[in-house]
């Protein structure tokens, strides 16, 4: 299940590429391309040399290829390609002048395929043609090449007249000098992400910054700590750092979220090409995420906001990754992000595109919101199970129990946390209990007053970490507000299991209701099985109930509306109903556990008692109401005091 | 108690003025001044002959006055103005030349002091004086006295050079044609302020915009509609409106809180001068006032963000008013929002300058807060007593016997609604029960969701309001998910009562917490006790727990921490407990209710689970945890596999 961080090794070491050297007639790829081949010891093809006979027969009665014609033989030469791909790589030279020619020569090979465009002017061409011998092409021919020529994007541009050694030298410069990604920032995430991509066997910059005394050869320190790293290059200086990747270059951003994501994309653009990529793989806001997508397009680079779940040893061994933006630049970096991510139960990635703008930063939000509630909710079981006589030990026993039926990645770390000692007693009985944030639960939070969502359990595992900062009213108030005696808990542990799953279905519930209603207003088009199914690796919140949503996000967007869902509601809500009334009545903090349930007994009422809210605001406010027996949503105000 | 509208019909009626004619000597003050008295048909009285016998004595002497002998002679010039203030008011004539002596003069007649400044150019001065046969002064002495001279703000200033005709006309045209205030969109809250100012006899101007079949002729229907209004002069196009006003120009805006605010202040920009006010009434949020207060303030416009609650009603008789920003600027309007609101149980008004900035605004947003809860609350009393079997009338019979412990406006205006029937049934069964926003609610809690405060309670009664407007899903909820059988409510009315009380305790703690917090982050340095002494009377939360919280918030901050509020919460605690309890058994709707105890429990616990979140945060994330037995705060890391 999705508590084992499951990705598998790749099969293939991928330093091998397919070749292409394309270009209108008389640029000379044949004798580049088999000067390159040499050079590089890797076969070398001349795509003319594959023509079938029809195509063969139609040249030779002086009648041009039509693009039916060609596309058959173009699928050969892919067919060559992918071929070549599994032995050493090799070398291809195919005018390849449209960008549909291209597609073709590319399918299935497209993160190990490398583009040579060979470019000149008319003039020099043509003088070029006239002086061989063995050539006859008239100008008119050569004019029409260029009219059909579709100018790539994103190949070695090389300029003719170089001379052949010279042009070697700059292919071999861009292709294997280069890195084919960068990562930039090299704490905790970042590093760890740098070995997954490393042991990957993709060709890496490492980026860190130089602060003195502080932060000196952090990258190059990092390299030489793992033998994974060794091809990896390391930098603390940015301009070398982004001329050492390939482009369009592709750099992943792992800085803290905030003013400084600002900063460092103020100091790469200097630098940055056309069409390169950035990605952010932070916990940046959604919004600021738009924010720097439109700020970017209007500097022609691409920017990937992209959640990445998983912690420290997720993004070592394949964490959940989420990235948002423009889908064209999401398949550059495809091959790289899904390379890295965890694999679902069938071997897929654990990485989708999300949807446009803000989007992969919005998810990851929303995923942070559920986890606050998931861990609010083991703290809530903790210290009920404390109060019912059980030290950390038999805490843990108790949990080992609970994997059968509710298990998930933060049950089995809670498991192993309970179990660790210091000396004779339990290291958490040592640790501070004022819990920490870094802000994704707040901007949930935020997000879900702003959208009109009822999040409860969201803002209320929030609230339960802001509270328990409070550490010294809290000891104080502990002294004001005693205790009631001969207090007792009348409910079973297994009890206690069914209201903590009751809790864990009204979470989800919520969570993917408010990603689902931001789908809607942000016109986002999320896909919640296919977002549920990347969370089921990887991820902190993957779980053997994230596994049952997948399917269940095929026929519905609204869990509380699933018929067995329902039923298994029913099942648990004498439970969650009998510990939430217990615990209150025995002072316990359950305030997430006591959310879930007032949440379904709120959701589940067909006449609510807002009407007296309503007549209350029209009473003092004029604000107006409408009526149960009007369907025509007609709005109308009273005068209340005349009774 | 609060839920009167106690706003006192002011005794004098005050069109009448002190007129007051300043400038350096020989600028024609005297004759000015009996020229004006003669038109308007008031006394008219010189300074120079109020002078006691000292100051002759002295002056005959040929001794300059110092400022000891100036000051007796000032007060007694102020005495005057008071004592004719009391008659017909009238014109007195005195150099006045610092602004140390127009405050002595000013004392207790500030809102119906007029100034008229004399001014001229030294040259145009001397040249005159020499032109008088009975003066004699020298350069020297008119020099001494244009060094002495602080530039007054906010007179009438007229330049000599005009004909006196003339300048008796501008001064005229300046004193009785124009309007002291201006009232700036006549919505419901809009028309009920105007007709309060118009009430309190001050003169003022309106304007409604004109939309072309839809408003047209407002402000002048509007005029003709009330009586008071037979002074106020009415406008539907800009320019006019602004040139109607006395400077400085003190307008203040009712319109819709958001971007048409902007649109407004675009409009009038153009037509105000160096040291108008504007006043934002409605209720707009407390980071854009900010950001207006900037920007006003970069135009030498003064701008003030005022909360004013108490409704349609209240707006009328007596709001209840919260004006933030330059404390020089709310001097200026302070006669008149003073003026129009409703009064304390001293009789001092329920207005009081805030602080600084967007904090009127936001003291106003957490009062409305505080105000979705306790209408949360009410519904939540409703709801209970409908299941133990009462029908509406009966609700309010009890809520009646809870006046005597527990009244508020709400509490009152809830009666009058349960009440209130349409043929045989209540017109609150007829009410759809889907609650509506503005948007305080909403910002209440992201604003606490940003400050790290676990203001629990209004983020729940923002959320059962957005529950409540799922009323097609909750229709097919409650299809799907059945009421137990067999349930009954074991608790007594009276538990409800102290439910309800202890609920309401913890909400103002926590609305008042959150109103500490921002004042402290933002160095807004906020007085809780005196905010709530503008809260006993006027605006929606007024209560007699309201009346308490002035006294309480005299000795402390933290309304946790007083030993009567804790004996209190000790003493409802049991009944909270129970009510909760049962009410979760018996699947009712109080998630409001529910949160108070749960906050109380959470918070009043010494040791919470917190460490568990802690050690989770550290296990995945690697973000480090401290320690109960470290003072040092130092931060931890553990590798927690390794068992």
């Not at 960008?99 to 190990?112: A, Q």
């Not at 819990?435 to 999040?455: D, R, V, Y």
């Not at 004029?622 to 709005?635: E, G, L, P, W």
Request: proline residues 3%; hydrophobic residues 40%; contains cysteine.
């Amino acid at each position: 299940m999705g508590a084992q961080f499951g990705c598998p090794k790749k099969q293939t070491k991928i330093e091998t590429n397919i070749i292409f050297i394309m270009g209108v007639s008389g640029v000379g790829k044949s004798t580049i391309g088999s000067l390159l081949s040499e050079e590089l010891a890797i076969p070398f093809f001349d795509g003319d040399d594959f023509h079938p006979e029809n195509n063969i027969l139609k040249m030779s009665r002086g009648e041009a290829l039509n693009d039916n014609d060609r596309f058959g033989w173009l699928k050969t030469l892919n067919e060559l390609a992918v071929k070549q791909l599994k032995k050493k790589g090799c070398v291809i030279v195919c005018s390849a002048l449209k960008e549909s020619y291209r597609n073709i020569l590319n399918t299935n090979i497209k993160g190990n395929s490398k583009w040579v465009f060979l470019n000149g002017s008319f003039e020099l061409i043509e003088k070029r043609i006239n002086n061989r011998r063995d050539h006859f092409m008239s100008s008119d021919l050569l004019r029409s090449q260029f009219d059909i020529l579709e100018e790539p994007k994103n190949t070695i541009e090389i300029d003719i007249s170089l001379t052949p050694e010279n042009i070697i030298k700059a292919i071999k410069n861009e292709l294997k000098m280069k890195s084919e990604f960068g990562l930039f920032g090299l704490g905790v995430m970042g590093k760890s992400l740098s070995r997954n991509l490393a042991n990957n066997d993709f060709k890496i910059s490492l980026f860190n910054r130089h602060v003195a005394g502080k932060e000196e050869n952090v990258a190059l320190n990092f390299k030489n700590e793992f033998k994974e790293l060794s091809s990896a290059i390391p930098f603390d200086s940015i301009a070398p750092f982004v001329n050492s990747l390939q482009k369009p270059r592709k750099i992943m951003l792992m800085v803290n979220a905030g003013k400084i994501v600002d900063g460092v994309i103020e100091d790469l653009l200097p630098f940055l090409d056309d069409g390169d990529i950035l990605i952010d793989g932070g916990n940046s806001n959604y919004n600021k995420t738009k924010e720097r997508f439109d700020y970017l397009m209007s500097k022609n680079i691409h920017f990937i906001g992209s959640g990445v779940s998983g912690g420290e040893e997720g993004a070592l061994k394949g964490p959940s990754i989420m990235p948002g933006g423009d889908k064209d630049a999401y398949k550059e970096v495809q091959p790289f992000l899904e390379a890295i991510a965890a694999k679902d139960a069938n071997g897929l990635p654990c990485c989708t595109h999300i949807g446009t703008e803000g989007s992969g930063h919005f998810v990851k939000m929303v995923h942070n919101g559920i986890e606050y509630v998931e861990m609010q909710l083991l703290a809530e079981v903790f210290i009920i199970l404390k109060r019912l006589g059980n030290d950390p030990d038999q805490i843990a026993t108790i949990l080992e129990g609970w994997k059968e039926t509710a298990n998930s990645y933060l049950l089995e770390i809670t498991i192993d946390i309970l179990r660790k000692k210091e000396g004779d007693d339990w290291l958490v009985n040592k640790i501070m209990d004022k819990a920490g944030n870094k802000g994704t639960g707040n901007w949930t939070t935020i997000a879900t007053a702003q959208l009109g969502m009822p999040s409860t359990m969201i803002a209320s595992a929030l609230f339960a970490r802001y509270i328990s900062f409070y550490k010294e009213e809290r000891i104080i108030a502990s002294e004001n507000f005693k205790l009631e005696d001969n207090l007792s808990l009348n409910f079973t542990i297994d009890d206690v299991l069914n209201a903590y799953q009751f809790a864990r279905i009204i979470n989800h519930y919520q969570g993917f209701k408010l990603i689902q209603e931001a789908s809607v207003n942000y016109k986002w088009n999320l896909n919640l099985s296919e977002l549920s199914r990347i969370w089921t690796n990887g991820c902190i919140i993957r779980s053997d109930f994230m596994l049952e949503l997948v399917a269940i996000f095929k026929t519905t967007n609204n869990l509380l509306m699933d018929s067995n869902i329902v039923k298994r509601i029913e099942a648990l809500k004498p439970s969650i109903k009998k510990v939430v009334s217990e615990c209150v009545l025995n002072e316990l903090p359950i305030s997430n556990l006591s959310e879930s349930i007032n949440f379904l007994n709120s959701f589940k009422i067909a006449n609510s008692s807002a009407n007296i809210i309503q007549a209350q605001r029209d009473y003092f406010g004029a604000h107006t109401y409408q009526r149960k027996d009007d369907a025509s949503n007609k709005f109308y105000h009273t005068n209340w005091k005349n009774n």
